[in-house]
């Protein structure tokens, strides 16, 4: 394994993370707040908001990713953890492959 590797590997890890996070913040923050403006209705200002269209398929995406670290990236890093061998770049192969087909079955990162 070289250097190079490691780096990207660990890169995939961080932006996959950072990802969910961005997406934890929007189902939390964003959603709540706008509910909680919706449901105050002054004056009917936010009325004309639709949930749905606004936020589509936000929670599909979120549970599509949580399970594609849960499958895949995290039983590398526990490897990692106990074992302190470099990642292995093909140990990911399985699961980059398998994404088209839970996709498929769970219709994700579709946008109507």
Do not use: A, C
């Not at 990802?19 to 913040?25: A, G, N, P, V």
């Not at 923050?29 to 749905?52: A, C, N, P, W, Y």
């Not at 399985?94 to 109507?112: E, H, I, Q, R």
């Amino acid at each position: 394994m070289t250097k190079l590797q490691q780096e990207t590997i660990y890169e995939l890890f961080s932006t996959e993370v950072s990802y969910i996070r961005q997406i934890l913040t929007m189902t939390d923050v964003f959603m709540t707040s706008v509910s909680i403006l919706k449901s105050s209705q002054r004056e009917g200002i936010f009325h004309d908001i639709d949930m749905d269209k606004l936020f589509s398929n936000i929670q599909e995406v979120l549970q599509g990713n949580l399970l594609f670290w849960k499958e895949n990236f995290l039983p590398i890093k526990n490897q990692l953890i106990q074992t302190g061998l470099p990642m292995n770049p093909s140990d990911l192969k399985t699961g980059f492959l398998n994404v088209n087909t839970n996709k498929k079955k769970k219709k994700l990162f579709s946008f109507d």
